[in-house]
């Protein structure tokens, strides 16, 4: 939802860390590291927050940290959405959680407004039937939710060998890797 709001993906994962931890101050290295992103797209995306006033820099020890502009007359707005948009998928996960010992979550599809194979990649111990029943009674979505499961085994196997549905479900941007246990 956020990515249609706000074109950028940079710009969205910039937003979602900056408001969600408005106590923190970044600086460009540790936010490539933290976002996955280009030290460029980072760099702008940051002059363009600083710009209409969201964020605010300050240097010490010869870095330039930015922190958000608690001032800023959009703040509380801002905040609220990204706290919404991210509180739908953190209840999911949590939900999903409880059907077994989970390792790797990854949204796709329903949850990123996008056709894709599947809506869910799951990996672990994972009681099937449960989770079935869940998306079948007790979530609301347009149509049935598509899903695949894997062992952990699996996963890192299909990993190593560079399975392709496994590289496009995990390379693609607009996908949420919600949870991931496994490094």
């Known amino acids: 939802m956020l990515k249609r709001l706000f074109t950028s993906n940079t710009r969205v994962k910039l937003l979602t860390l900056f408001l969600t931890n408005p106590e923190e101050e970044f600086f460009i290295r540790e936010l490539t590291r933290k976002l996955n992103e280009q030290i460029n797209s980072i760099r702008r995306e940051l002059d363009n927050l600083r710009k209409i006033g969201l964020l605010k820099t300050k240097t010490k020890n010869r870095k330039k940290y930015y922190t958000v502009n608690k001032d800023f007359m959009l703040f509380n707005e801002l905040k609220a959405i990204v706290h ?17 010992d989970v390792d790797v979550v990854v949204l796709s599809g329903l949850f990123v407004d996008k056709e894709a194979p599947i809506d869910i990649l799951m990996v672990g111990k994972i009681d099937r039937h449960g989770l079935e029943n869940y998306f079948n009674k007790e979530m609301e979505t347009k149509r049935p939710v598509r899903f695949s499961l894997m062992t952990k085994e699996e996963y890192q196997y299909r990993r190593k060998c560079n399975d392709k549905f496994l590289h496009d479900i995990l390379e693609d941007q607009d996908n949420i890797i919600a949870l991931n246990k496994i490094a």
């Open 84 to 100: 919404k948009a991210h509180s739908d998928k953190e209840s999911i996960v949590k939900h999903l959680a409880e059907f077994g």
